[in-house]
C-alpha cells in the first residue's frame, strides 16, 4: 500500500466476529430474489452518519461481536452509535452517540457489547466500497457487496471518502431499547386458534441462539408453565409461496415464530400472524441472544404515526449535529 492510499483508508487489526459493512440496503431487487441486506438497526446507523455530516445511506461499518479494532490513516471524525461496546480510541474511554476525532495513526478499540447487541460506525465521507446494485451493503448469503461479499477480517483496507471539518465534537442523545416491540396483525393472523393469538401477545419471547441477520428465531416463555409455548394454527394447510419483507413474523410447523430481518428470503410459506412495525424493527435487532421481549399490538394508524415521529427524530439530530 503505497502513501497516498494509506491517507484514504482504515485498517482491520481485529474484524471480531460477523463484521460487515452495511448501508440502508438494496431497493427494488426483491422480484429478482435479491434480499435488502443492510444494517439490522437502520437507526443506529443514520444517526451515526448525521454525527459526521453524511448522507443517511452512506455506508459504515456493523459490529456484532467484538473485539474489533481499526486504526485510521487519516485525520477522521467518526461516530459510534447503538450499543455500547466499551470503545477506546489510543486508550482513551469514549462515548457512544457523539462525534470524536481520530489522528492519523490511531486506533479505535471495541471491547464487547456491555448492554444491547450491535454497534455502528460511521466515518467522515463513509465507506468507499464498490456500489452492486445500488448499494454497498454486505449481502453474505449472496456474497456480493460490501468487502468481496464476506464478513471482515485481519489486514482488510477500507477506503473511505472525502473528509469533512466540523468545529467541534458533539452528541446525541439515543433511543433507549425497551423489551416492548409494537407489531400490527399479519394477514393469516385469523388461522391461528384464540389462545395462540393471545400467548403471542402476553408471553414473553427469548431471542435463540439460531437466529443471525436472516432472522431472529424465538422461543415462548409462556407464563403458565403447564401450557405450551408453541402457536397453534387451526389448520394444517399449506400456504403458496408469497412475498416476505424484514419484519414479517412468520410460524413455521414447531410452533415457534421467526422475525424476518434485513438478509431474510424474499418469498416464503409459512403463515404471517404478524409484522413488526418500522420504527421498532432495530429493538428486534438489538435484543442480544437469551433476552426477552413482548411483542405489543397496534394498528396501521399508528404504525405510520411512529415513523412520521422517527423521520421528525431524526431532521432534529440532523440539524443539532451539522456544526
Known amino acids: 500500500m503505497n502513501n497516498q492510499a494509506a491517507l484514504s483508508q482504515i485498517s482491520i487489526l481485529k474484524s471480531g466476529i460477523q463484521t460487515t459493512i452495511q448501508d440502508l440496503g ?33 455506508a459504515g461499518i456493523e459490529i456484532m461481536i467484538g473485539p474489533v479494532e481499526i486504526q485510521f490513516h487519516r485525520d477522521t471524525w467518526f461516530a459510534l452509535c447503538g450499543a455500547n461496546f466499551g470503545a477506546e480510541l489510543n486508550g482513551r474511554p469514549i462515548a457512544k452517540a457523539w462525534r470524536h476525532f481520530a ?25 468507499h466500497n464498490e456500489i452492486i446494485l445500488g448499494s454497498r ?15 471482515l477480517k485481519k489486514g482488510d483496507q477500507l477506503n473511505i471518502g472525502t473528509p469533512r471539518h466540523f468545529q467541534r465534537s458533539v452528541g446525541v442523545q439515543q433511543r433507549i431499547w425497551t423489551p416492548e416491540v409494537r407489531a400490527i396483525r399479519g394477514p393469516e393472523y385469523s388461522h391461528f386458534d384464540s389462545d395462540s393469538q393471545r400467548k403471542f401477545w402476553r408471553q414473553a419471547w427469548k431471542v435463540s441462539s439460531q437466529s443471525n441477520r436472516m432472522g431472529y428465531r424465538l422461543i415462548g416463555e409462556a407464563n403458565d408453565k403447564r401450557s405450551s409455548n408453541q402457536l397453534t394454527r387451526i389448520e394444517q394447510k399449506e400456504l403458496l409461496s408469497h412475498g416476505v419483507i424484514p419484519g414479517v413474523v412468520q410460524v413455521p410447523a414447531n410452533g415457534q415464530p421467526i422475525v424476518l430481518l434485513a438478509d431474510c428470503q424474499t418469498t416464503g410459506g409459512y403463515p404471517k400472524i404478524a409484522c413488526v412495525i418500522e420504527a421498532d424493527l432495530w429493538k428486534i435487532a438489538q435484543t442480544p ?22 423521520q421528525r427524530e431524526l431532521a432534529r439530530i440532523h440539524g443539532a449535529a451539522n456544526v
Not at 441486506?37 to 452512506?58: F, T
Not at 451493503?137 to 464478513?151: K, L, P, S
Not at 441472544?289 to 404504525?303: N, R, S, T, W, Y
Request: some cysteine; hydrophobic content about 45%.
Open 103 to 127: 489522528r492519523a495513526g490511531q486506533t479505535l478499540v471495541l471491547r464487547g457489547a456491555i448492554k444491547e447487541a450491535l454497534a455502528y460506525m460511521a466515518v467522515d465521507g463513509g465507506i
Open 26 to 58: 438494496r431497493t427494488g431487487y426483491r422480484h429478482l430474489g435479491i434480499a435488502q441486506a443492510g444494517a439490522l438497526d437502520r437507526y443506529s446507523l443514520i444517526l451515526a452518519n448525521k454525527l459526521v455530516g453524511n448522507p443517511e445511506h452512506c
Open 289 to 310: 441472544i437469551g433476552q426477552h421481549f413482548c411483542f405489543i399490538e397496534v394498528d396501521h394508524a399508528l404504525a405510520i404515526e411512529a415513523q412520521q415521529k422517527w
Open 137 to 151: 451493503a454486505t449481502d453474505m448469503q449472496a456474497g456480493i457487496g460490501g468487502h468481496f461479499g464476506r464478513a
